[in-house]
C-alpha cells in the first residue's frame, strides 16, 4: 500500500486496495479517484497531482513503452 505525506499541507495520501485515494488531514478524511472525483467522507478537496502521482495511470516497468509504440 503506498502511503505519502503532502510536502506544504500535511495530509496523508493512501491508496486503497480498491484503486481509490483516502486523504487525511486535520482530523478529516475523504475518498477520492485518481482522477479527483470525490468518492466519500468530510473531506471533499484533495491536491490532483498527489492523485494521480499516486493512483494514477503508470507507465510499464520495463521502461520501454517508448520503442514499442515507434513500431
Known amino acids: 500500500m503506498s502511503r505519502l505525506r503532502?510536502?506544504?499541507?500535511?495530509a496523508m495520501y493512501t491508496v486503497l486496495s480498491n484503486g481509490h485515494v483516502q486523504v487525511e488531514n486535520n482530523g478529516m478524511q475523504g475518498e477520492f479517484s485518481w482522477d479527483g472525483r470525490h468518492i466519500?467522507?468530510?473531506?471533499?478537496?484533495a491536491d490532483p497531482h498527489m492523485l494521480v502521482?499516486?493512483?494514477?495511470?503508470?507507465?510499464?516497468?520495463d521502461g520501454d513503452s517508448v520503442r514499442k509504440h515507434r513500431g
Open 53 to 61: 502521482w499516486l493512483a494514477g495511470p503508470q507507465l510499464p516497468a
Open 40 to 45: 466519500d467522507g468530510e473531506l471533499t478537496y
Open 6 to 10: 503532502h510536502p506544504m499541507n500535511g
